[in-house]
């Protein structure tokens, strides 16, 4: 056993029980505990963290806790992610993922998949695990993930959106959103026959999904989605008008 004192900043006291949130606490770890094993026994998923210092310099997950150690902990910061993000929503965050899958962020998400099926895809495609399940994120294999703290989607969306900094990397009504495969542009007289009537005679523009075939079109409904993603996500594209 080594007994060390652990400081957890900002949101990742949510993790913790009230009587140790934004204080500096005694834990005595597990023998030959690594951060990563002291942290997650404490209740914060490893994908939860950012910087560690360990007596004032920085370290790694995998360093050992020793007795008497002063351990900091923070939440991991959005300069951290690089490029363009691709995501894996659990079976519960069906409504985030539809968000997100509209503003152009490639997201998988199925209600079949189990634990396993979620670890492999997250590792052999690179994506961010989104989750409200610590027990999830706690697996050393999944090297990227979010702790999604609240329950309804549209907050779950602006949640996801400041962690990642989506705002700036949306592109809106790029990817279908049944199947997740990007849009393509398709002439309208090869699918006039397909619209009705109405959509036909005010409509110019349409892209096509070659997953299941759908059609869409910026029609009214699409322009309700505009707004409300602009409303969930000021400073996206999907806040300006069409182009
Ligand atoms: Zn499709």
């Given at each position: 056993m080594a007994s060390a004192r652990f400081r957890f900043h900002d949101e990742l006291a949510d993790f913790l029980p009230r009587e140790r949130r934004g204080i500096e606490f005694s834990y005595a770890c597990a023998r030959a505990a690594t951060l990563k094993n002291a942290i997650e026994a404490?209740?914060?998923?490893?994908?939860e963290a950012g910087r560690i210092t360990v007596n004032?310099?920085?370290a790694t997950m995998q360093r050992s806790v020793r007795e008497g150690d002063a351990i900091e902990v923070?939440?991991?910061?959005?300069e951290e992610m690089g490029s363009d993000p691709d995501f894996l929503a659990d079976a519960h965050l069906?409504?985030?993922?539809?968000f997100l899958r509209m503003l152009g962020f490639d997201t998988l998400h199925d209600h079949a998949y189990r634990d396993a099926d979620i670890v492999r895809l997250a590792i052999e495609e690179r994506r961010i695990v989104l989750s409200r399940d610590c027990e999830l994120l706690k697996c050393r294999d999944i090297a990227c993930g979010c702790y999604v703290h609240a329950l309804k989607a549209e907050a779950q969306l602006r949640e996801v959106a400041r962690r990642f900094a989506l705002a700036?990397?949306?592109r809106p009504f790029t990817l279908c959103l049944r199947c997740n495969v990007p849009l393509d542009p398709i002439e309208k007289r090869r699918i006039v026959h397909l619209l009705p009537q109405t959509v036909a005679a005010t409509q110019e523009?349409?892209?096509h999904c070659r997953g299941c075939e759908r059609i869409y079109w910026p029609g009214s409904h699409y322009e309700r989605m505009r707004v409300a993603l602009g409303r969930m996500l000021p400073g996206s594209s999907a806040s300006s008008p069409p182009p």
């Open positions: 404490l209740g914060v998923p490893h994908t004032a310099a920085p923070y939440p991991w910061e959005t069906g409504g985030l993922a539809r700036a990397k949306a523009s349409f892209f």
